[in-house]
T-cell receptor, first 115, second 115 residues
């Protein structure tokens, strides 16, 4: 059973470009969470999605960041007009349903570097 | 809002010895879950152990055990018979039952196991 798949593992962008990070949840998982980890910090929640719905985006910056989880295909975290401060590791986690009996399973993360 | 505090930025232990990592949290909720995650140099996020707040019995997973003190809002991790492969960042995390069930992480403790 494949785990949570994130790609790319590493992404380099120049300031002002767009970054697209992909997350394919574990098979049978319909809940996706995105977290950001700045250097020397813990993970911080960004957004929680179910298929075709954003449930909680309280951790998302108000500008330049967006997320989606379409009916078909992976969840996408999109960062427009990237700046140096967006350099971080972005982790996706999935769970099969809401309820803490099913802990979130994490992907290996995408390391985003802004030149 | 919930907060998680890990007061030990770094710790070290000799191989085969025991070490305890501290974690405190703040919440007004009564139903919640607590987790310890391990992040080795590979940067994966690996679930080590989980504790349900309504359970008085401390969780145990092989060499890993917790000391959960609900009244004190304390959740420490004990690693027995430390191994070189235990070298990693360790993050304490809180999840409120209900709502979006996002994870709230502490800043982490860097554990080094010395041969």
């Amino acid at each position: 059973n494949a785990g949570v798949m994130q790609n790319p593992r590493h992404l380099v962008r120049r300031r002002g470009q767009e970054a697209r990070l992909r997350c394919s949840p574990m098979k049978g998982h319909s809940h996706v969470y995105w977290y950001r980890q700045l250097p020397e910090e813990g993970l911080k929640f960004m957004v929680y999605l179910q298929k075709e719905n954003i449930i909680d985006e309280s951790g998302m910056p108000k500008e330049r960041f967006s997320a989606e989880f379409p009916k078909e295909g992976p969840s996408i975290l999109r960062i427009q007009q990237v700046v140096r401060g967006d350099s971080a590791a972005y982790f996706c986690a999935s769970s099969p349903l809401k309820g803490s009996d099913q802990p979130q399973h994490f992907g290996d993360g995408t390391r985003l570097s802004i030149l | 809002a919930q907060t998680v505090t890990q007061s030990q930025p770094e710790m070290s232990v000799q191989e085969a010895e025991t070490v305890t990592l501290s974690c405190t949290y703040d919440t007004s909720e009564n139903n919640y879950y607590l987790f310890w995650y391990k992040q080795p140099p590979s940067r994966q996020m690996i679930l080590v152990i989980r504790q349900e707040a309504y359970k008085q019995q401390n969780a145990t997973e092989n060499r890993f055990s917790v000391n959960f003190q609900k009244a004190a809002k304390s959740f420490s991790l004990k690693i027995s018979d430390s191994q070189l492969g235990d070298t990693a960042m360790y993050f304490c995390a809180f999840m409120n039952q209900g709502g979006s069930e996002k994870l709230v992480f502490g800043k982490g403790t860097k554990l080094t196991v010395n041969p």
